[in-house]
């Protein structure tokens, strides 16, 4: 059975050549993490890093802060799976702001 990691960080970057360079320089920056998960869909490729603390993934994901002007960068969260007294942190998050639109 699929578990998810206690602590993630997940980022979404759209595909297209600048999102595909934007993937190799975050990919370079997080080769220290393990990589639990990446997925690509509907243009979008998704990255998920496991930690075994909260600290750990806050830490990795505030490393990752200097992309969020990249306009290929569509998220940057880092969140806690079974803790739910801790709330997961977005630092970017254009995917929920464009769900929550009417259309």
Known sequence: MFKLPD???VIHIRQNP???QLGKEILSETAAYVLDES?????VKDYHWSFSSWNEAVEAANKLKKYIDNPN?????AKANYDASI???A????IRAKS????
């Open 18 to 20: 600048f999102g595909e």
């Open 100 to 103: 929550k639109k009417a259309y």
């Open 73 to 77: 960068l569509l998220l940057l969260r």
């Open 39 to 43: 997925t690509e869909y509907y243009g």
């Open 91 to 94: 630092f970017k998050d254009i």
């Open 87 to 89: 709330k997961s942190i």
């Open 7 to 9: 602590y993630e960080v």
